[in-house]
């Protein structure tokens, strides 16, 4: 049982590794005035939207801007970032069931 765990471990931790690039963030749209004097579209309030990556790093929030050509990429490890975590859930499932089937074993040794 521990080596058809080792094996699996093994295969998910592979995957993990094929997962690049990683972005754990969120992809938002600002609506902000241009630099332009006597803009129609800003005098009226509608600004001009632009793409942005927001990233929290120790609570604090990050904001970066995105070209139209890099959403897409953006995306993928955006993603990618999701697949990584749910491979990790089942990395922690894997070794908690190895875990319990050891402790299992060293209690029937002793007995």
Avoid: W
């Amino acid at each position: 049982m521990i080596k058809a765990l080792e094996k699996r471990r093994n295969a998910v931790t592979g995957k993990m590794l094929s997962l690049r690039p990683i972005i754990r963030g969120a992809v938002t749209v600002l609506k902000r005035p241009c630099v332009r004097k006597g803009c129609k579209k800003c005098e009226q309030g509608l600004f001009h939207p632009a793409t942005y990556l927001s990233v929290t790093k120790n609570r604090k929030t990050h904001i970066s801007y995105l070209p139209k050509y890099a959403i897409k990429d953006v995306e993928k490890a955006k993603a990618n970032y999701k697949k990584a975590k749910a491979l990790l859930d089942t990395l922690c499932e894997i070794d908690l069931i190895g875990l319990l089937a050891q402790l299992k074993q060293s209690q029937l040794k002793k007995k």
